[in-house]
DNA sequence: CAGTGGTCTAGACCACTGG
DNA sequence: CAGTGGTCTAGACCACTGC
């Protein structure tokens, strides 16, 4: 199968049609996954399957799936298929935390002990409807909560969410949720967050803010501004994290 | 070609003999990367040849330097060839520095000005020892500079050097520099950094610090404490920055 | 055992680079 | 133009899973 390298112009600004068959077929996978044709923790069809769908050779098939596994949007599973990722049923809780013990050992003092401080809906100021691409003054949900370790309140977060698709999220039904509240999006409002961007500060805390997490306004803080998007590229979610940093730190690597 | 099984027991804490052939070809051509044979910035030989050199086809190959190019240890050029990659001549002037300003315009204040403060000998403290696999007392080098930006000093750095691989560094040299740090070490010393992590904080400067960011002693500042290590996995660097946020940010995208 | 993903091969052709 | 990496195919076989 050979697509034609297109000779016609493309219309300015778009992606050009022409590009190698496996990234064509990776986004026709990519679709699918969007339209919610196979849900996330679900098979999608076999290598076998989806070449004979697309019409091109199971290699070809198998290179856009290693795209699609590369970005974390699908789990391989020899033996048994291929899964789209979800954050439920993932070993690793908080795919997106990277604050660790300074020990290293991971649950080294157990589970994240979480507490809703609050859950409200407000109009989006223009910075926080900028970072979700709403417009000033649409409705948003407005969450916070402390999570602690050991009894040690740790970080404080506060999240926006666009109102639309969240509708019908309470306080209630987050301080209900076991999991991580990614989950809670993905299983409950079909939003899957699966790449974020992050920008992080230092600063010190207000008032209220270091009294949430039993420090000192002098105390030093991680600042984390994350912007999480879905499958689409959509920005879903604005949260602000401020992390204590005496017993844990922001653990990177680079490659 | 078939690599056997290997039905015969392998030492324990080794890696089993036993892998994929193409991982095994690329341990093959690191194992060469490591030994110099090829340096930083010119081509390895091509597929074709290396096929030829392992008897092993092309497509194998071609995985094995896939990984290595995800690895960024190799840089392909279509139509050019494989080159070996460098802190030198890189377009990203400063791949491992995710301090970026706020208005996302890089360069916007141009490159950083570099000031070397000091570069002396000493013994090995514990911990110092401990990052960069030492015994404590063994000779390193120290060195510490500031970067400015559009006359701003924004980033301090202590770096510390195991004495024997940098015998001869000085702070005329690192001064003279005109380039990235590790293309120096890459160039002058044959260290070339693959890989890092970082540990980040959110600490307050001591007075010598403050002086040489220009900020007050109650200014929350980042620490970034990195470990760099070379293509055998050994530590080489251990720097510990402070960096002022009040216009600029970490930049961190999650996958 | 059948079905899945994982590896390896051989060969054809394309796209890009430089002389 | 020859040489490089990049794509695509078809087919063989292996390793793992679950019935």
């Known amino acids: 199968?050979?697509?034609?390298?297109?000779?016609?112009?493309?219309?300015?600004?778009?992606?050009?049609?022409?590009?190698?068959?496996?990234?064509?077929?990776?986004?026709?996978?990519l679709q699918s996954l969007q339209a919610g044709e196979w849900k996330p923790g679900e098979p999608?069809?076999?290598?076998?399957?989806?070449?004979?769908?697309?019409?091109?050779?199971?290699?070809?098939?198998?290179?856009?799936?290693?795209a699609l596994a590369a970005d974390n949007l699908v789990v391989r599973r020899q033996g048994k298929g291929t899964f789209v990722a979800t954050h439920a049923?993932?070993?690793?809780?908080?795919?997106?935390?990277?604050?660790?013990?300074?020990?290293?050992?991971?649950?080294?003092?157990?589970?994240?002990?979480?507490?809703?401080?609050?859950?409200?809906?407000?109009?989006?100021?223009?910075d926080v409807a900028r970072s979700l691409?709403?417009?000033?003054?649409?409705?948003?949900?407005?969450?916070?909560?402390?999570?602690?370790?050991g009894g040690v309140p740790t970080i404080l977060e506060d999240l926006w969410l666009p109102g639309d698709p969240f509708k019908g999220l309470t306080l209630e039904r987050l301080a209900a949720w076991p999991g991580p509240m990614?989950?809670?999006?993905?299983?409950?409002?079909g939003v899957r967050m699966v790449r974020a961007e992050e920008k992080i500060r230092a600063v010190l805390p207000d008032a209220p803010e270091a009294a949430l997490l039993a420090v000192a306004c002098a105390t030093p803080l991680l600042s984390v501004e994350r912007v999480?998007?879905?499958?689409?590229?959509?920005?879903?979610?604005?949260?602000r994290g401020l992390y204590r940093t005496d017993r844990r730190h922001y653990r990177n690597d680079l490659g």
């Open 89 to 126: 049923e993932q070993h690793v809780q908080y795919r997106f935390l990277k604050l660790v013990p300074d020990s290293g050992d991971i649950d080294s003092d157990g589970p994240a002990e979480r507490t809703i401080v609050a859950c409200r809906q407000q109009h989006a100021a223009a």
């Open 228 to 239: 999480a998007y879905t499958y689409s590229d959509t920005p879903m979610e604005l949260r």
């Open 44 to 66: 999608i069809p076999s290598e076998i399957e989806l070449a004979a769908r697309f019409r091109v050779s199971q290699g070809t098939v198998r290179k856009a799936i290693d």
């Open 133 to 149: 691409a709403l417009r000033a003054g649409d409705t948003v949900l407005q969450v916070r909560r402390v999570l602690a370790y």
């Open 182 to 189: 990614y989950a809670l999006f993905e299983t409950e409002f």
């Open 1 to 29: 199968m050979h697509l034609s390298s297109s000779t016609v112009a493309e219309a300015p600004g778009l992606t050009p049609s022409f590009s190698p068959l496996y990234q064509q077929i990776k986004s026709l996978i």
